[in-house]
């Protein structure tokens, strides 16, 4: 009975360990609760397990869509600030959420609950902006995101920026450790969800992206279904400083297309 106990407890503290790590690794949020710039309004989206969503929202001019940003694992919604500007200044609606712990939304993050939570983003839309098109815009982690979202059917159009295939993938590319995802409870597997997507699709990425292979990119990309779909290379571009005019160009006349 001892033994069981002690293999308990040990069972329950290495299950808390690897949760603190992947949480450390994968989900390093800034939980800084910042005001929302100009023309975005702050609001509270509640979710069916009890937590709380801080959201920035806009809706677009008439006849434009909104775009559904899930930003990546750095820092919090604020950071954005520039990019959301630039969104409503072409008259394109905005909904953006901080994740479970990111920028005041409460809750622990993992695979299922960020899956979740954009059901409910998606789900909600209508009552916050509008209806109309919708396009699922994801950076980094949130194209991981945003991928499962097109793939359940809840997107108009699908934008990534700087996609990886999967944790597993990052996890070899990055540490050297062959199979994360079985220490990890997040798998991540995008490449594999979006051979189901067949929405309009752009994808961005920088050649000498440091933090996730420019080849990952070009994996998602040719997995994708579908038809209409551009990949859209920036030379010599990192993995945080994609906004530039040789992919903003192109990224504006998608958006303007949807």
């Known amino acids: 009975m001892k033994l069981l106990l002690i293999l308990v407890l040990v069972g329950g503290a290495a299950f808390v360990g690897l949760r603190i790590v992947e949480r450390a690794v994968i989900y390093p949020f800034s939980p800084l609760r910042e005001d929302p710039p100009a023309g975005l309004t702050e609001v509270e989206v509640p979710t069916p397990d009890g937590k709380r969503l801080v959201v920035w929202t806009a809706p677009p001019t008439p006849g434009r869509a909104t775009v559904l940003y899930f930003h990546g694992n750095a820092g919090n919604l604020a950071g954005r600030a520039g990019r959301f500007e630039a969104f409503l200044s072409r008259g394109l609606g905005v909904v953006a959420a ?15 609950a ?3 939570d954009a059901l409910t983003l998606r789900a909600v839309l209508p009552d916050l902006v509008g209806d109309g098109p919708v396009v699922c815009y994801g950076e980094s982690l949130g194209a991981a995101v945003a991928t499962r979202l097109a793939a359940l059917d809840g997107c108009d159009a699908l ?7 999967s944790i597993s993938d990052m996890g070899q590319a990055l540490y050297g450790i062959p199979r994360l995802d079985l220490l990890a409870r997040s798998h991540w597997r995008s490449v594999g969800h979006i051979r189901t997507v067949t929405v309009p699709l752009t994808v961005l990425h920088g050649t000498e992206d440091r933090l996730i292979p420019f080849g990952q990119g070009e994996a998602v990309f040719e997995a994708a279904a579908s038809p209409d779909k551009t990949f859209v290379p920036l030379e010599g571009g990192g993995h945080t400083n994609l906004w530039q005019p040789p992919v903003t160009g192109p990224l504006f ?3 303007d297309r949807i």
């Open 159 to 165: 934008v990534l920026e700087a996609p990886f295939t």
């Open 114 to 116: 960020l899956v979740g």
């Open 253 to 255: 006349l998608f958006l």
């Open 98 to 112: 901080g994740y479970r712990g990111s920028s005041g939304s409460t809750g622990w993050p993992s695979e299922q």
